[in-house]
């Protein structure tokens, strides 16, 4: 399993990022990928979560209305646009993906809660 994110960097508040995470080494339909960060000093949290192959999507909170995470199912490939950053947004930013639950013969998506890969993460600073 490898995941590659890109996508990170320093931005004024305000502004705005957009984070891929591209996958491989699992079925990328059979799994939710979600973006989480971590803060200095802070837990990790986390941001936004997709089902692959059928795009259901969950948020925290925090980033409702101002982060849209989005997958393309052909590259497996999950990004996660984020604008109207704070300072506060600042932090590493984690992909992670976890196999979806199955029953019945079908794999069914209830978000992001107990990750089974995790990426490398990547710096998103954000400056006021």
């Known amino acids: 399993v490898q995941f590659v994110e890109s996508g990170g960097g320093t931005v004024q508040a305000g502004g705005s990022l957009r984070l891929s995470c591209r996958t491989s080494?699992?079925?990328?339909?059979?799994?939710?990928i979600g973006w989480f960060r971590q803060a200095p000093g802070k837990e990790r949290e986390g941001v936004s979560c997709i089902s692959g192959g059928d795009g259901a999507t969950d948020y925290a909170e925090s980033v409702k209305g101002r982060f849209t995470i989005s997958s393309d199912n052909a590259k497996n490939t999950v990004y996660l646009e984020m604008r109207s950053l704070k300072p506060d947004d600042t932090g590493v930013y984690f992909c992670?993906?976890?196999?979806?639950?199955?029953?019945?013969?079908?794999?069914?998506?209830?978000?992001?809660?107990?990750?089974?890969?995790w990426g490398k993460g990547i710096q998103v600073t954000v400056s006021s």
């Open positions: 992670g993906a976890e196999i979806k639950a199955y029953h019945g013969g079908r794999y069914y998506y209830y978000g992001c809660h107990d990750i089974d890969y």
């Open positions: 080494g699992f079925t990328f339909s059979n799994y939710a």
